[in-house]
């Protein structure tokens, strides 16, 4: 049995404690946070503490907040014995390597509250100190995942750059589209049957591959086109820098 405790009580803590509750070889037996109200949810299945004084033994200590924050939840973990881990994207491993034993448990994923994932598909990113905190790492990742990475603090940095570009980036490119849809009265609805196939597309063919539009067709009149289109002059610099970069890419520039 793997005794965890989590600290944090947004996001990823969240998807953590309910993805760890299921698995008969790991207990949860304490999460601590700041906000009193929110620990109100994991009350009925753990010990919860706004205390950093009052943290309990356990095997594994997940620290699921803010980049700033983990080193002040690291600080006061010094006399534990057990396997201390921070679940950032950006953040070193070395930061943490006060203790004698410390790691990396990040889940590569984008986290949205009210949102259910299946766990079983998010991979897993693990890095830690020695072999032995490593297997425990697998161990506890492997009761909830079927992908597990080994994978070190340089690469998860440029992974997380990656995430951003993917997830965030792209995310901002629906929200521009959903604005226009909305000042021009159009059912964003229409858009996403286009979003799917164009994440699912990738299943099959290689990003550079899958590119379509009028920059990859060097069509640059219908590029100029709806520049002069756009009225919001941040949204004419995208997509000029985009197309631009499209038409590099593929061996043609503007």
Do not use: W
């Amino acid at each position: 049995m793997i005794e965890v405790v989590i600290f944090g009580t947004g996001n990823v803590a969240k998807h953590l404690f309910d993805a760890l509750l299921a698995p008969k070889n790991v207990n949860i037996v304490q999460v601590i946070g700041r906000n009193k109200n929110a620990l109100e949810y994991y009350s009925t299945y753990a010990n919860t503490s706004t205390d950093l004084n009052t943290i309990l033994d356990a095997d594994v200590y997940i620290i699921a907040v803010s980049d700033p924050a983990i080193g002040i939840i690291s600080e006061q973990l010094k006399s534990k014995k057990g396997l201390v881990v921070h679940t950032a994207g950006s953040v070193p491993m070395k930061f943490i390597s006060e203790h004698d034993n410390y790691g990396v448990f990040y889940p590569l994923q984008t986290f949205t509250k009210g949102l259910k994932l299946d766990f079983k598909k998010i991979p897993f990113c693990l890095e830690a100190s020695n072999n032995n905190n490593l297997d425990l790492l697998k161990t506890l990742a492997s009761s909830v995942s079927d992908n597990i990475y080994e994978i070190s603090s340089q690469q998860r940095n440029t992974l997380h750059i990656c995430a951003i570009f993917i997830n965030n980036f792209s995310n901002y490119m629906y929200h521009i589209a959903n604005m226009m849809c909305e000042n021009n009265k159009i059912p964003f609805d229409i858009l996403k049957t286009l979003i799917h196939e164009t994440s699912n597309k990738i299943e099959h063919v290689s990003p550079f591959d899958a590119q379509t539009g009028p920059a990859r067709r060097n069509d640059v009149a219908t590029v100029n086109k709806h520049i002069d289109q756009l009225e919001n002059e941040d949204y004419k610099k995208i997509y000029s820098l985009l197309s631009e970069m499209i038409l590099k890419t593929y061996g043609k520039e503007l």
